[in-house]
């Protein structure tokens, strides 16, 4: 088996290296011995309809506007979300993920993708710096997910989804202490660093939406130990 891993249209939404996600889905699918390959896709060019995961990172304005209409246009993400992958979409990519965005000085609202139950629109202030939130797992327990936010976007979760989890520093989704979205298989949330390197048990959780079943624990003292501190100075 080969999981395939679709980096979708870096020239817009890649701007703050969120393609690290990418890289680091890979190396815990090969600590696990399961094969994996990384499909870079350019608007213009056709998604593969039959991939496990996509990526969609960050990006400006105008990006958000053409990889929506671009991808609308090839409707092939549609497609294999149908057939059951994994979306997995950070900050610009999470909000054009939801049925409408604003763009702009004067705040036009523009409908997006329309796969995950939320609607942005610009807030009081811009969220920019660390943020760590408590995502609430889908077994219950709660694991805190750090990174970096800058958006000036806040975002409302429709009752169709749910969110990730609460802030405990930062800003989220804006309004009412939460951050992210989940529904089905398409999770959006807005931390760069990239943020699958910075917590591996979403990483997992994204492989496992993909992949269907549960993964067992992956123990790296090295990582967790880089973890807990980078958590400690966030606190701090």
């Known amino acids: 088996m080969t999981v395939t891993i679709v980096l979708v249209y870096q020239s817009l939404l890649g701007i703050y290296g969120d393609r690290g996600n990418a890289a680091v889905l890979t190396k815990r699918l090969s600590w696990r011995g399961i094969d994996s390959r990384v499909v870079v896709v350019e608007p213009g060019e056709t998604l593969p309809a039959d991939a496990s995961i996509y990526l969609l990172g960050?990006?400006?304005?105008?990006?958000?506007?053409?990889?929506?209409?671009?991808?609308t246009k090839d409707g092939n993400l549609f497609r294999a979300l149908d057939a059951g992958a994994a979306v997995f979409a950070v900050c610009a990519g999470y909000q054009i993920c939801g049925s409408t965005f604003t763009i702009g000085e004067h705040d036009d609202v523009v409908g997006g993708l329309g796969i995950l139950d939320v609607e942005t629109r610009r807030g009081d202030v811009r969220a920019v710096g660390e943020i760590l939130y408590?995502?609430?797992?889908?077994?219950?327990?709660?694991?805190?997910?750090?990174?970096?936010?800058?958006?000036?976007?806040?975002?409302?979760?429709?009752?169709?989804?749910?969110?990730?989890?609460?802030?405990?520093k930062g800003i989220g989704n804006g309004y009412d202490g939460t951050e992210g979205a989940q529904q089905g298989k398409v999770v959006g949330t807005y931390p760069h660093g990239p943020v699958l390197a910075r917590n591996?048990?979403?990483?997992?959780?994204?492989?496992?939406?993909?992949?269907?079943?549960a993964l067992d624990p992956l123990p790296r003292p090295a990582i967790d130990e880089l973890r807990r501190q980078r958590i400690a100075a966030v606190r701090a």
């Open 58 to 71: 960050g990006g400006e304005d105008l990006a958000q506007t053409t990889a929506v209409r671009e991808l």
């Open 134 to 168: 408590r995502w609430t797992k889908p077994d219950g327990t709660d694991s805190l997910v750090t990174g970096f936010e800058n958006h000036g976007g806040f975002t409302r979760v429709g009752p169709d989804a749910r969110p990730l989890g609460l802030v405990e």
């Open 200 to 213: 591996p048990e979403l990483a997992d959780h994204v492989l496992e939406l993909a992949l269907g079943h």
